[in-house]
Nanobody
Framework: VQLQASGGGLVQAGGSLRLSCAAS????????MGWFRQAPGKEREFVAG????????YYIDSVKGRFTISRDNAKNTVYLQMNSLKPEDTAVYYC????????????WGQGTQVTVSS
């Protein structure tokens, strides 16, 4: 599966952005999808994940209540709605996919830059 992320940009603190990740290939609904981010000088971290049919989601604590991951399997797309953005959310955001029974993600898209100004 190939992944193409978009939607990043520059936003003021408290603002919102929606990231999109379009997937090519077959059987999109069989893949778990996730969003990761990497800030300058830091390791890449998991942000949010969603299962294949979209009825189970999970988040790191720092984004709970502010970010929402969702997917539209008819459009082969996963989204990350980011509200109440903070400067510490500034990072390159990556979408990723994994087959149903894998623990780790093995398909990665290119990153999209999110910059939150204070």
């Amino acid at each position: 599966v190939q992944l193409q992320a978009s939607g990043g940009g520059l936003v003021q603190a408290g603002g919102s952005l929606r990231l999109s990740c379009a997937a090519s290939g077959r059987s999109f609904s069989t893949y778990g999808m996730g969003w990761f981010r990497q800030a300058p000088g830091k390791e890449r971290e998991f942000v949010a994940g969603i299962n294949g049919i979209g009825d189970s989601t999970y988040y790191i604590d720092s984004v709970k209540g502010r970010f929402t991951i969702s997917r539209d399997n008819a459009k082969n797309t996963v989204y990350l709605q980011m509200n109440s953005l903070k400067p510490e959310d500034t990072a390159v955001y990556y979408c990723a996919a994994k087959e149903r029974f894998r623990v780790s993600y093995n398909y990665w898209g290119q990153g999209t830059q999110v910059t939150v100004s204070s």
